[in-house]
């Protein structure tokens, strides 16, 4: 998949590359392009991800973040209650997402939380495993549809999938 070049060229975007070997690669600011390289990498969402909780309505900022896993197996890491993408984020070769489970000191019901618009959630691969503790929730538009049958499971893992529909705010 190529990546759209008008957000590789924006001069405010930070640039973050890995090397041949494996990498853990964490995001900095909400505008990052991340390209991994070759190896089995680690591309871990940033704290300040494009999200607003506002009356327990998410609300998505117009931010540009692209995960390129490159080559190699890659692993996009959720460590937050709620992480969220809006139809500006770009992703390619990412295979995997890994859920991390929250901290002791949260709400024992709280769990990592990936919020994709259907459109985003299709750059993802047709057989994305999901792992670890967490929940990948995908906004659906009116009408439209999702095939997520092809979705694999971590031996081991307790992750959520659910659709949900309607405008956002």
């Excluded at 890659?74 to 991390?100: K, M, N, P």
């Excluded at 997520?148 to 705010?169: C, M, P, Q």
């Amino acid at each position: 998949m190529a990546l759209d070049r008008r957000f590789q060229e924006m001069p405010s975007v930070a640039q973050i590359s890995g090397t041949s070997g494996d990498d853990t690669l964490t995001g900095t600011a909400p505008d990052d392009t991340i390209r991994a390289g070759a190896g089995n990498d680690v591309l871990v969402a940033a704290g300040n991800e494009a999200f607003v909780m506002r009356d327990g309505v998410m609300v998505y900022a117009n931010t540009v973040t692209i995960y390129d896993g490159g080559e190699g197996f890659d692993t996009l890491l959720i460590d937050r209650y709620l992480v969220g993408f809006d139809r500006l984020a770009s992703f390619a070769s990412i295979e995997s997402v890994f859920f991390e489970r929250l901290p002791a000191d949260t709400l024992p019901t709280l769990r990592a939380n990936l919020g994709l618009f259907s459109d985003t959630a299709r750059m993802l691969p047709s057989n994305l495993l999901l792992d670890g503790y967490g929940q990948l929730g995908i906004r659906l538009a009116d009408g439209d549809s999702f095939d997520a049958s092809a979705y694999r499971f971590a031996a081991g893992s307790d992750v959520h999938l659910h659709f949900s529909t309607g405008s956002i705010g």
